[in-house]
């Protein structure tokens, strides 16, 4: 590990800090600023994109917060403070609030950005120092209904249950709703690879994305009819005998279900409801099929919904059906889009989970957790609120609010309602880097290390844990976000439950993860570092890991996959004469999440600088919208003013919106999934009308 105040002469191998790729890079020292090398990992081979190559431009920033600042009032500005007056601030404000209204009234919130080790502080800290069952993350509008989908059918959930390497040797691969190529282009390689030699290509979307553009067959589906879809396509799988009857029956359960309901998807009510032509998905069926092997991946495109997981399930019904699982080269996985979104929802910031993949709700993970924290199981709360239900909570039942890592007013749907309900808190804490438009509302803004300022691990979206090292101390005044919780734990009382060095953390998370499905036990950062990560389970400091999942059993019970009887139910808002238009919502290639880091990038905001609205051209000209001018977007939840941009790629019906700054999340909706508790991003109805007002920024 680096001498904590030496700073490099040559380059240090890492990672990106951002999506869940994490490409391997060389970050080396250049004057004041830092250079960006590729390096040749096994996820990135040598390739990076736009945001990978500039990512080191903000260690050097400008607008670095390096002090942290207190707001006196409500409505006073915020100004500098000393660490030990914002820390006081906070411990004392928590204090008298859960003394007032008991221990659920401070809520934390965490994100898919944090490392393994920052995460399993986050939840340790939440459930032992402060006691709240109250803490989620931003990963809850990710991944979770993936998660939760992978969970229900195969007993566990990791992303991608095999490595990124047996892509290319699939004969047949179908991604739905997702668009790799610009959110993270290197991965195209192995696509590529796939194509080259031989093997085809199927993407669902409703856009002729640039991941689209490169397919063999783009399904153009109108948005929220994914279980239509995935039924329909296994309707045709079992009508032309295209099934796998000995896999359904050695390894499989309640197959009978399933296909009742496919029974009723012919293909002609499918394309009816999907937008989908039945010859097209005779020709999807029939690839997926009678291909030796196939893999299908999902994205936040089917995830994002109100039924994201029956979305999720219903794809994975057809993969089970085609007997395209649990085999090499096959598989159903979902391509996480955060950082550490992977190991983010394993170790513990889930309101349901605690560290190691357990239940919070289960006596035994209970009890082994709390062994660990040296505690009675009886002492850790339970399961608390899910990120949406927190948000709606903020200002009632929840007062006080810790914020790692994440920027909800521009990434909670409905935004407008979730930036007054911050507004209400007695207490709200931002931890960043920046300046963000959620840390411009807090009471208390604490300045924190950057990715590059820090050691840690990181889980990417094949389940390797991998070694993020650090290239720099942080700035004087900048502290980590560890010792940040350890000086709040000194102050509630409870210094000893939050170890401020690394290496202590480290193995205390590891020991935490011991036993539990996600075990990382034996995944120390010396056999990381050396063998390129490790995939967990890895239980033991002699064990390889294990990059493939379900070779010979599932993780369930009797070892068997579990079909699910899932029906389309449609978006929880239809169109109708009001908002006669579908909005869905996505990532664009140079910006990364919230932007709150790619905006602040001067070659990524001049290549993309604002929002704008993407809309077919025969549905701009009947709404005498001209391209580039400004067009205004209103639902039931608000009205953001930006740029039209006419393609021909987009469905007549849909438009699109990039959720990178403000403006996209004033207009979706809150409608959340009853099991993963996933919001509905990606579906819902809207008007659009010319308009001569300012733009959103
Ligand atoms: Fe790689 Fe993702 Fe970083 Fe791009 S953003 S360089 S794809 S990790």
Known sequence: MMDALAAPTVGVDTHCPYCALQCGMTVAPDGDHWTVTARDFPTNKGGLCRKGWTSAELLSAPDRLTTPLVRDRKGEKLR???????????????REIQLAHGRDAVGVFGGGGLTNEKAYLLGKFARVCLGTANIDYNGRFCMASAAAGGLRAFGLDRGLPFPLEDIPGAEAILIEGSNPAETMPPIMQYFEEQRRRGGKLIVVDPRKTPTARIADLHLSITPGTDAALANGLLHIAIRDGLIDRPFIEARTSGFEAARRIAASWWPDRAERVTGVPAHQLHQAAHILGKAATAIILSGRGPEQQSRGVDNVLAFINLALALGKVGRPHCGWGCLTGQGNGQGGREHGQKADQLP???????????????????????????????????????????????????????????????????????????????????????????????????????????????????????????????????????????????????????????????????????????????????????????????????????????????????????????????????????????????????????????????????????????????????????????????????????RRDTLFVPFHWVGANLLTNAALDPVSRIPEFKVCSVRIEPSSATPAL
Request: net charge negative.
């Open 356 to 650: 190691g993949y357990r239940k919070i709700d289960n006596p035994a993970d209970r009890r082994d957790v709390a062994a660990v924290w040296d505690m009675a199981p009886d002492m850790l709360p339970g399961p608390g609120l899910s990120a949406v239900e927190l948000s709606a909570a903020l200002g009632g039942p929840v007062k006080g609010l810790l914020l790692m890592a994440s920027n909800l007013v521009v990434s909670a749907p409905n935004a407008n309602t979730v930036a007054a309900q911050l507004g209400k808190l007695d207490m709200l804490v931002v931890a960043d880097f920046f300046l963000s438009e959620t840390a411009a509302l807090a009471d208390v803004v604490l300045p924190i290390t950057q990715w590059a300022e820090e050691e840690g691990t990181m889980t990417n979206l094949e389940g390797r844990v991998l070694l993020r090292r650090r290239v720099k101390p942080p700035p004087e005044g900048v502290r980590s976000d560890a010792a940040v919780l350890s000086g709040l734990a000194a102050r509630l009382g409870t210094q000893s439950a939050i170890p401020a060095e690394p290496s202590v953390v480290a193995e205390e998370f590891r020991r935490a993860s011991s036993g539990g499905p996600a075990d990382y036990r034996g995944a120390t950062w010396e056999r990381i570092a050396e063998a390129d990560g490790l995939f967990w389970p890895c239980p033991t400091t002699d064990h390889p890991g294990t990059p493939r999942l379900f070779l010979d059993r599932f993780a369930t019970s009797d070892g068997r996959a579990r079909f699910h009887p899932v029906d389309h139910h449609g978006p929880a808002e239809p169109t109708d004469a009001e908002f006669p238009m579908i909005l869905t919502t996505g990532r664009l290639l140079v910006h990364y999440q919230s932007g709150a880091q790619t905006r602040r990038i001067a070659s990524l905001t001049e290549a993309e600088p604002s929002p704008f609205v993407e809309i077919h051209p025969d549905t701009a000209s009947a709404m005498k919208i001209g391209d580039g001018a400004l067009a205004r977007l209103t639902t039931r939840r608000g009205t953001a003013v930006m740029q039209a941009r006419h393609s021909r790629d987009i």
């Open 80 to 94: 500098p403070a000393s660490w030990d007056e914002a820390l006081d601030r906070i411990a004392d404000a928590f």
